[in-house]
T-cell receptor, first 116, second 114 residues
Framework: AQSVTQLDSQVPVFEEAPVELRCNYSSSVSVYLFWYVQYPNQGLQLLLKYLSGSTLVKGINGFEAEFNKSQTSFHLRKPSVHISDTAEYFCAVNTPSTGTASKLTFGTGTRLQVTL | EAQVTQNPRYLITVTGKKLTVTCSQNMNHEYMSWYRQDPGLGLRQIYYSMNVEVTDKGDVPEGYKVSRKEKRNFPLILESPSPNQTSLYFC?????????????FGNGTRLTVT
């Protein structure tokens, strides 16, 4: 079985400061990893994904994440945040498997609060 | 515009009164799913569907029903809602042929059961 842990439920940060949102996963097989963002009163939208290849993945809005297999982590980073980045961020994991159920497992979310 | 449309956005009902939340996607996606989002618990999968007439339970299916008679629609049915089903519900879809397909989400339905 796979699982995702987002240790930080809330991360307050000042505008233009760097931020890292932590995500650790557990799986006995290889994984696909995703970060989704949820802006207020909206559904989730894909920020970035790791499927294979380069461990550094770049996404939308200047975010990036690094897959670290030895530490089973997929932390999300941005060098300089904006007020508009205030949102809830979800890490999610799935396993490569074709023709079977898609069991995407979400973390509990991290609320990023950017202030002036 | 490619989208997943849920209706209604907000719904207040009373215990035991049957309700349906509709979900429709215009991307010809095979895979559709329902999630509920609760504070501190993240998103939990209720039911999913791999294709027309193919549905299966997710992690928290109790008290819910779904149907997939057409590819584009995947309604969520609460036959006898209870207060513990008060939550924010999301419908999502993806191509579904492999597990690396990202999900496209609707804007959510906030349900309150009194």
């Amino acid at each position: 079985a796979q699982s995702v842990t987002q240790l930080d439920s809330q991360v307050p940060v000042f505008e233009e400061a760097p931020v890292e949102l932590r995500c650790n996963y557990s799986s006995s097989v290889s994984v696909y990893l995703f970060w989704y963002v949820q802006y207020p009163n909206q559904g989730l939208q894909l920020l970035l994904k790791y499927l294979s290849g380069s461990t550094l993945v770049k996404g939308i809005n200047g975010f990036e994440a690094e897959f670290n297999k030895s530490q089973t982590s997929f932390h999300l980073r941005k060098p300089s945040v904006h007020i508009s980045d205030t949102a809830e961020y979800f890490c999610a994991v799935n396993t490569p498997s074709t023709g079977t159920a898609s069991k995407l497992t979400f973390g509990t979310g991290t609320r990023l609060q950017v202030t002036l | 515009e490619a989208q997943v449309t849920q209706n209604p956005r907000y719904l207040i009902t009373v215990t035991g009164k049957k309700l349906t939340v509709t979900c429709s996607q215009n991307m010809n996606h095979e895979y559709m799913s329902w999630y509920r989002q609760d504070p501190g618990l993240g998103l939990r999968q209720i039911y999913y569907s791999m294709n027309v007439e193919v549905t299966d339970k997710g992690d928290v299916p109790e008290g819910y029903k779904v149907s997939r008679k057409e590819k584009r629609n995947f309604p969520l049915i609460l036959e006898s809602p209870s207060p513990n089903q008060t939550s924010l519900y999301f419908c999502a879809s993806s191509l579904g042929r492999t597990n690396n397909s990202p999900l496209h989400f609707g804007n959510g339905t906030r349900l309150t059961v009194t």
